[in-house]
């Protein structure tokens, strides 16, 4: 019953920005962290950045000082700001969400599709 559906990614040169969006919708009862996760051909997934409602943030030491993430909680949506973009951040990226869907339910673990980040001359 929940969807996450992201925007922004496209191709960029070396040095340059790109903003991310990852829109939740659905049943929502609380959010209580969202991040992004990359994945490059032939490499595993890795976590990028995390936020939570709280706006408390972390990021990997590869992308600190770099990218930055935010969210809108009245719009239930969390972005990245990315800067100084080199290529090896080229990879698809992927907005996670930790969503509790009633009070009386668990937390559980949705996934967007993933979109597109390549960063190349």
């Known amino acids: 019953q929940v969807q996450l559906v992201e925007s922004g990614g496209g191709l960029v040169q070396p040095g340059g920005s790109l903003r991310l969006s990852c829109a939740a919708s659905?049943?929502?009862?609380?959010?209580?962290?969202m991040k992004w996760y990359r994945q490059a051909p032939g490499k595993q997934r890795e976590l990028v950045a995390t936020i939570t409602s709280g706006g408390n943030t972390n990021y990997a030491d590869s992308v600190k000082g770099r990218f930055t993430i935010s969210r809108d909680n009245a719009k239930n949506t969390v972005y990245l700001q990315m800067n100084s973009l080199k290529p090896e951040d080229t990879a698809a990226y992927y907005c996670?969400?930790?969503?509790?869907?009633?009070?009386?339910?668990?937390?559980?673990?949705?996934w967007g599709q993933g979109t597109q980040v390549t960063v190349s001359s």
């Open positions: 659905g049943s929502i009862f609380e959010i209580y962290a």
């Open positions: 996670n969400a930790v969503v509790k869907t009633t009070s009386w339910d668990t937390s559980r673990i949705y």
